[in-house]
């Protein structure tokens, strides 16, 4: 798949879609996003294909929302984002519906995350049905102090319990692999050096069950957290995120950052070192509440 930020390889019955921007610390801008959907059509459209790995190039899983080319305003979404409803429509679709795509997919997914998993990043890999964590990622999502909240869906109170995610949230903590698979988030923590390895060898095994059963099962189980009232929470989680970010507190921030020039969105996008800070990279979700 010729495409600059996403790459798609199979073999066998699995699929893996990489995310390719190793530089950037796997940061998603739009055309990241785009490219990320086109592959998981790809592997939806291929009957081959049992089970989806979705994996990152480097260093890092995703350090979140790339938004130097909205911030720019390259990006085609730019010009809409300058009304909050225009802002509201371009979340919408290509960081909320996207996302719950990949949740509903129809066949069964295995995140395979490394080093930092920040903000849209975590979101990310959340979607996915399993997580195989090597053993230096650590999660994290610091928008909370930089006026956003959170980002597009919550996913943290599904994941960690109400109490544990108000605490990650508002003390912006950032977890250990163990750490996540301790409270249930991850399923497996691997060496850094096997992680390729690990992720496959699961999704060899998830491969054995036949996909209407697959298909099935896991409709199931997110029927059950529907039940209990996941998306309905990620919608009005969604909308309190539009409020937020269109208030004077996180406009005014948007608009110091677009006074600090380019230099300074840069610096918040950087890949973090190998000891990245507590507060992981996610600091390129923020202009404002994205």
């Given at each position: 798949m010729s495409i600059e930020r996403i790459t798609y390889d199979t073999s066998g019955m699995v699929a893996t879609i990489t995310l390719a921007r190793?530089?950037?610390?796997?940061?998603?801008d739009s055309a990241a996003i785009e490219q990320l959907d086109a592959a998981?059509?790809?592997?939806?459209?291929d009957d081959t294909v049992r089970v989806v790995v979705l994996a990152a190039e480097g260093r890092h899983f995703s350090a979140g929302?790339?938004?130097?080319?909205?911030?720019?305003?390259?990006?085609?979404w730019a010009a809409m984002r300058d009304t909050p409803e225009g802002k509201w429509h371009h979340e919408q679709v290509m960081y909320f519906d996207k996302c719950v795509r990949i949740r509903d997919f129809p066949k069964p997914t295995i995140a395979a995350v490394q080093g930092v998993c920040s903000a849209a990043g975590m979101m990310l890999a959340c979607m996915c049905?399993?997580?195989?964590?090597?053993?230096?990622?650590?999660?994290?999502n610091p928008v909370l102090r930089m006026s956003g909240a959170g980002v597009e869906l919550l996913v943290e109170p599904?994941?960690?319990?109400?109490?544990r995610a108000k605490e990650f949230l508002l003390c912006a903590r950032t977890l250990t692999a163990d750490e996540a698979e301790r409270i249930g988030m991850v399923n497996r923590v691997v060496a850094r050096a096997d992680l390729a390895v690990e992720a496959r060898?699961?999704?060899?095994?998830v491969a054995l069950?036949?996909?209407?059963?697959?298909?099935?099962?896991?409709?199931?189980?997110?029927?059950?957290?529907?039940?209990?009232?996941?998306?309905?929470?990620w919608r009005h989680h969604f909308m309190v995120h539009q409020f937020v970010s269109n208030t004077e507190t996180a406009l005014g921030l948007a608009r110091e950052r677009a006074a600090g020039g380019m230099?300074?969105?840069?610096?918040?996008?950087?890949?973090?070192?190998?000891?990245?800070?507590?507060?992981?990279?996610?600091?390129?979700?923020?202009d404002g509440g994205s």
């Open positions: 190793p530089a950037q610390a796997n940061a998603l998981f059509d790809r592997a939806e459209a929302h790339d938004l130097k080319e909205l911030f720019e305003g390259t990006d085609p049905d399993l997580i195989v964590a090597a053993d230096d990622a650590q999660f994290s599904w994941e960690l319990g109400p109490r060898a699961m999704a060899d095994e069950v036949p996909p209407v059963t697959a298909r099935a099962v896991k409709q199931s189980i997110n029927a059950m957290v529907d039940g209990m009232g996941q998306r309905e929470s230099d300074h969105v840069k610096r918040e996008q950087a890949a973090p070192p190998p000891d990245a800070p507590s507060d992981g990279a996610g600091a390129a979700d923020a």
